[in-house]
């Protein structure tokens, strides 16, 4: 085991949820192991599902459209709206639901990720504002923590095996 930081915490007052996670990679490969589809589809999705981009466009007001797809093939369609971008310290985006024809499933929430620098790691921690509590109680429910905390294993593997490039 590891003594790289992981920490979730949800606040239901505040609809928000917190995740801190550092990994021990150079903060450039961090950055676009978040914000380039073919690096992201690598790891994004708890196995044994998988994720699809169909297309994204990583600049403000630009989309990401994607699907986890399960291994009997159930997709589940999401959209990520980019609202704000410094390079290799923050984004900002808008998540909703949706259907296979782009049609969102509102309220969606608000992601905040910060990406730092400290003595050979990179930290990223993301802030996840829901727009309701219903929707945060839906992704606690859909198992969002057990499944994120999955994708953030598949990435820490994935950037272990880049490093080595």
Known sequence: ???LLFDFTVDKAAKTV???R???AEPDLVWDAFTKAEILDQWVAPKPWAS???YMNF???GRRFYAMVSPEGQERWAIQQYTSITPKTNFKMH???ADANENPELPGSDWDYHFSEQKGT????ITINNESLTRLEKMIEMGF???FTMSMTNLENLLATLSKK
Not at 122 to 125: D, E, G
């Open 145 to 147: 923590k057990e499944g």
């Open 18 to 20: 917190f995740i801190t």
């Open 59 to 61: 600049e403000v007001g």
């Open 22 to 24: 550092e990994f021990a």
């Open 1 to 3: 085991m590891n003594d």
């Open 52 to 54: 699809k981009t169909k």
């Open 95 to 97: 998540n909703a639901f």
């Open 122 to 125: 990179t930290k990223v921690s």
